[in-house]
C-alpha cells in the first residue's frame, strides 16, 4: 500500500507521462493508483509504458486502416468527397456526360489521402506524446470517444500543418492536381461553368487535409471504443496489467 509520499511521487509521474490517445486506463485502476488501493502493484513507469503501448497500437491500427488501397475510397464512412465549388461544377456537367474527369479526380483525392496515411505516423505519435495524463479523470470519465477528442483539440492543427505537404506530394504523385488544372481548363470553354478560381490546388489540398485527419481520427476513435469495451483487444502484458485482463 501507498503511504503519501508514494502518492505524490505518482501523481508526479503520471501528471508527466504522455496520455494514450487511442485507449485509455480504467477509472478502478487509476483510482487505485492514487488512493494506494486496489493492490495494483503498478508503478508510475509502468503506467507510462502501458499507455506507450496503447498509443502505438491504436494509431498504428488507424492508420493502418486508412493508409491502404481504397481505405478512404472503398470505406462510406471516411470517403472524402469533392469540394463543395467541385460538387457544384460536377452537378453542372453531369447530366451532359461531362464530369468524368471529375469523377477521376475524386478518386485520385482518396488515393492521396491513402498515400499521405502511413507517411504522417511518426507526426501523429510525436504530437500525441507531448501530452500528459493530468488531466486523465475527465477522459476516463468521459464518452467512449473522450481521448480521441481531447487528441483532436490539441493537435489538429499543428498536425494540419505538418500534414499538408504530405498531402500536397501525394496529390502530385496520384496526377489530382494535374487534374484540377485540366477541369479548369475545360471549364473556361463552357458558357456558364462555375469558376473554380486561382487557388483551386491550395483548396484541394487543404480540402484533402480537412478530411483526411477526420479519417484518420474516425479510426482512431474505433480504436478508443474498442478498448474501453473489448478486453481482447488488449493484445500484451503490459496493456493488460494496466487496462485490466
Known sequence: MFNQIDRRLVLLGLAATPLAACETLDPTVLDGILSGTGGTGLSSAEVALGLKAALDNGVGNALLNVGVLNGFLGNDIVRIPL?????????YLAPIGADALLVDLQT????????????????FLSAVRGLTITDAFDILRGPDTAATEYLRGRTTSRLGQLFAPIM???????????LVDDVSSQLRAVPFAPNLGANARTDLIDHGVEYGLNGVFHFIGEEEKAIRANP??????????????
Open 83 to 91: 469540394p463543395k465549388v467541385l460538387q457544384d461544377v460536377q452537378s
Open 168 to 178: 500536397e506530394n501525394a496529390l502530385n504523385q496520384t496526377g489530382a492536381l494535374r
Open 108 to 123: 485520385q483525392l482518396n488515393r492521396g489521402a491513402e498515400k499521405a496515411a502511413p507517411v504522417a505516423k511518426d507526426i
Open 232 to 245: 481482447a483487444k488488449r493484445t500484451s502484458d503490459i496493456l493488460r496489467r494496466v487496462f485490466g485482463a
